[in-house]
């Protein structure tokens, strides 16, 4: 297979190199595999193929078993995702919280479906399976972050936040036991009950209902 020619990812990397291998006991360099594709993935927004092969010979296994362990994990990407990757779980307590309105606004939103990146680099959409926050959903997560109990509301906020080019700072939402004066200052409408639905969640007001339903402003100033 041709590929292309480019500098290799760690060879003006040395110091971080051995950094991360010597995180493992000698002989255990296969463990490298994961921390080093995440420094590249971190730096180029994917894994090349080239990239693999690279860190497929320092760690010395082969680029098939790499890309065995990269395959397994949907947070690495073997091709470039935008500068902001939406992440929308769809795993049952999120489904139940409104997570496929959630997904629904995103497509809407963004004109894209998972697994895409728009032609501006700028956005790129996944639906993954349980991100592990199964209480405080539906959950987004922009990048390494994550954004709990998203309405339309604060949906609307994130969106605009990242199309100033900015990445939305990180909220928690904890479901009671941090009712935060984070949250009263937010005074977002989430709460305010949807006839026939939900109290919370963009099922109260999801992007996908056109002329958008009773609270169709929502607040999102
Ligand atoms: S079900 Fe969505 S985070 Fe677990």
Same mark, same amino acid.
């Given at each position: 297979?041709?590929?292309?020619?480019?500098?290799?990812?760690?060879?003006?990397?040395?110091?971080?190199?051995?950094?991360?291998?010597?995180?493992?006991?000698?002989?255990?360099?296969?463990?490298?595999?994961?921390?080093?594709?995440?420094?590249?993935?971190?730096?180029?927004?994917?894994?090349?193929?080239?990239?693999?092969?690279?860190?497929?010979?320092?760690?010395?296994?082969?680029?098939?078993?790499?890309?065995?362990?990269?395959?397994?994990?949907?947070?690495?990407?073997?091709?470039?995702?935008?500068?902001?990757?939406?992440?929308?779980?769809?795993?049952?307590?999120?489904?139940?919280?409104?997570?496929?309105?959630?997904?629904?606004?995103?497509?809407?939103?963004?004109?894209?479906?998972?697994?895409?990146?728009?032609?501006?680099?700028?956005?790129?959409?996944?639906?993954?399976?349980?991100?592990?926050?199964?209480?405080?959903?539906?959950?987004?997560?922009?990048?390494?972050?994550?954004?709990?109990?998203?309405?339309?509301?604060?949906? *609307? +906020?994130?969106? /605009?936040?990242?199309? =100033?080019?900015?990445?939305?700072?990180?909220?928690? %939402?904890? !479901? &009671?036991?941090?009712?935060?004066?984070?949250?009263?200052?937010?005074?977002?409408?989430?709460?305010?009950?949807?006839?026939?639905?939900? *109290? +919370?969640?963009? /099922?109260?007001?999801? =992007?996908?209902?056109?002329?958008?339903?009773?609270? %169709?402003? !929502? &607040?999102?100033?």
């Amino acid at each position: 297979m041709d590929l292309p020619t480019l500098q290799p990812f760690f060879e003006d990397k040395p110091e971080l190199l051995q950094e991360i291998l010597d995180r493992y006991p000698l002989g255990g360099r296969r463990s490298a595999l994961m921390p080093l594709m995440w420094e590249v993935q971190r730096a180029e927004r994917h894994v090349s193929e080239a990239r693999l092969h690279e860190i497929a010979d320092i760690v010395g296994v082969t680029a098939t078993e790499a890309k065995g362990v990269m395959s397994f994990y949907s947070t690495f990407h073997e091709h470039p995702v935008g500068r902001f990757h939406l992440q929308v779980c769809r795993t049952l307590s999120c489904k139940l919280a409104g997570g496929d309105e959630l997904y629904r606004a995103l497509v809407a939103e963004t004109g894209l479906v998972s697994g895409e990146t728009d032609a501006a680099g700028t956005f790129s959409l996944q639906n993954v399976e349980c991100l592990g926050s199964c209480g405080t959903g539906p959950v987004l997560q922009v990048n390494d972050t994550y954004h709990e109990r998203v309405t339309r509301t604060r949906l *609307a +906020e994130l969106l /605009a936040e990242m199309r =100033a080019g900015h990445e939305p700072a990180p909220t928690r %939402e904890r !479901g &009671g036991d941090n009712v935060s004066a984070q949250k009263a200052a937010r005074a977002e409408p989430a709460a305010e009950p949807a006839a026939g639905g939900p *109290a +919370e969640g963009p /099922a109260d007001a999801p =992007a996908d209902a056109p002329g958008g339903s009773s609270d %169709e402003e !929502g &607040g999102a100033a």
